[in-house]
């Protein structure tokens, strides 16, 4: 009975934290050296990804390269990662090998709307940007990515949990951020980009996320958020 109860205990704590971030924004408001520690961690239980998709709108007014989703396990430090090195170059990373997309504009201070496919089956990757898709490139196959995962939002890891570069460093404002564990349809890749009715992501939901702020990377409210009555 006792380990029962322990049981319990740890699996309740193990969700403690999680909270529906609808109407909210993650904030990453400094630059340079000082805003090396800001960023939002983020977990799941998954270890085991064979494909995936993540989505999440974001803002920003710098114009130098930074870091949109960095996922690290302890054999890959770019497991996933989804580096912005310029103004139309969207870098995708899985197990440390990388594709460029490429003629990608995204003005700054403008909300973007972007989801990334990936699929160790074929090895393909396609974006879906601002309610259009791109063509598709071929990043890394037949090897899942493995490992309990390091996320962090904010910051580009150039090694597992950390190995932050001020240069690479996310300023501006991110939301509604979903990953799952499969490819999702272009028909339901347009529900999420139009905030229609969509299934929320089985690795990561905005609306039951477990997350940790560092530095002063803090949850705001969304100014593009509108309540709909039924």
């Known amino acids: 009975m006792e380990k029962l109860l322990l049981v319990t205990v ?7 934290t999680q909270k529906d971030l609808s109407g909210k924004v993650f904030v990453f408001p400094r630059s340079g050296v000082s805003g090396r520690s800001d960023y939002m961690k983020l977990h799941t239980t998954k270890t085991t990804l064979n494909s995936a ?7 920003t007014d710098i114009t130098q390269g930074y870091s949109l989703f960095s996922l690290s396990t302890p054999m890959h430090k770019n497991a996933f990662l989804l580096y912005k090195p310029k103004d139309d170059v969207i870098k995708v990373h899985v197990n440390d090998l990388t594709t ?20 160790s089956n074929n090895g393909l990757s ?6 259009k898709l ?3 490139r071929f ?15 904010g910051q580009e890891q150039d090694e597992y949990g950390g190995g932050f570069d001020a240069k690479q460093a996310f300023t501006g404002m991110i939301s509604k951020v979903h990953m799952w564990d ?10 999420y980009e139009k905030g229609e009715n969509f299934t929320p992501g089985n690795v990561l939901n905005w609306r039951a996320l477990d997350f940790d702020p560092s530095g002063l990377a803090s949850v705001d409210e969304d100014p593009e958020y509108v309540v709909k009555c039924p």
């Open 10 to 16: 740890i699996f309740a704590s193990c969700y403690a």
């Open 53 to 59: 998709t993540v989505c999440f709108r974001f803002i």
């Open 100 to 119: 460029d997309f490429l003629s990608l504009p995204s003005p700054p201070n403008t909300w973007h709307s972007m989801c990334t496919t990936w699929s």
């Open 126 to 131: 396609q974006l879906f940007v601002n309610g």
């Open 134 to 136: 791109t063509i598709k």
């Open 139 to 153: 990043v890394s196959f037949k090897k899942p990515i493995t490992g309990v995962p390091s996320i962090i939002l």
């Open 182 to 191: 499969y490819v999702l349809s272009t028909t339901e890749l347009r529900a």
